[in-house]
């Protein structure tokens, strides 16, 4: 499975569908791929508050319309990230678009661990309630997005849902950089499955971000690690990997707590 992991910053002084062209130019570049993976809230930048409801767009607007063109023109599966949605309702939420290779749209995910306490995110945006999973050809993809990362217990829900290679989109600061790959390392071995996470560069709304998009595999090994700024960071693993380990160190199979879970990763 070869993915790609587009890292990209958020210029301020670049309007909104200029991005928009200027990532689905990247997607693009990506033909070959099995999978595209692009940061979270690229198109108004994940601490640009002051932006959201501005920017905030509906299911079928100009983000997933780009993307699902790009995703198309290239032939890939494509999770473009996130979009800040607005919902019938007026509710914002941090949405997670994920395309196939025919630019249909596969799965929405509405992130469900809002991140700022009691600012920002936290309190402008609804909470999603329902974790998301891919059937991908090649591997079951577990969908999450950002402050998601610090959070096992969705991670466990997911493998029980049959994920097998984890996704984390994300706007990750540079001040909490080593959480991000402890954190990113945690969840591959806790789970015994891929995780693709992949963040932003630059610096946004005045927050420095982490960059640093990394791919581990189920054994917790580094594969590959980006540095900070703009960068595509490519890496190719062979799926079956996580068969092959949970049944080498079958350690999922000694769960005490969650037995309640609709079935058990083998």
Request: proline share 5%; charged share 25%; aromatic share 8%.
């Amino acid at each position: 499975m070869r993915a790609s992991l587009i890292q990209i910053a958020v210029n301020p002084d670049e309007s909104v569908n200029s991005r928009r062209e200027y990532v689905g130019s990247l997607v693009r570049e990506e033909a070959g791929a099995d999978l595209v993976v692009l940061p979270e809230l690229w198109p108004t930048g994940a601490f640009a508050y002051e932006l959201f409801a501005q920017e905030a767009e509906s299911l079928e607007g100009p983000t997933r319309e780009a993307m699902a063109k790009a995703a198309r023109d290239a032939g890939v599966w494509l999770h473009a990230g996130s979009i800040v949605e607005r919902a019938s309702d007026g509710t914002l939420y941090n949405t997670a678009l994920v395309f196939s290779p025919d630019g249909e749209l596969a799965a929405t995910y509405r992130k469900i661990h809002r991140f700022g306490f009691d600012k920002g995110e936290a309190v402008m945006m609804g909470a999603g309630t329902a974790p998301v999973t891919v059937a991908h050809p090649a591997a079951t993809l577990g969908v999450t997005t950002c402050y998601d990362l610090r959070f096992p217990e969705l991670y466990r829900t997911l493998v029980d849902q049959g994920a097998e290679t984890l996704i984390v989109s994300a706007g990750w600061p540079e001040r909490r950089r080593a959480h991000w790959t402890l954190l990113a390392q945690a969840r591959a071995v806790e789970n015994q499955c891929f995780v693709l996470a992949v963040g932003t560069a630059g610096t946004h709304a005045g927050v420095e971000q982490a960059g640093h998009s990394i791919a581990v595999d189920p054994w917790g090994e580094v594969l590959a690690e980006a540095g900070a700024g703009e960068e595509v960071l490519r890496v190719e693993f062979d799926p079956a990997r996580v068969a092959a380990t949970r049944e080498q160190f079958p350690a999922l199979k000694d769960r005490v707590l969650g037995l309640d879970a609709p079935s058990r990763p083998r």
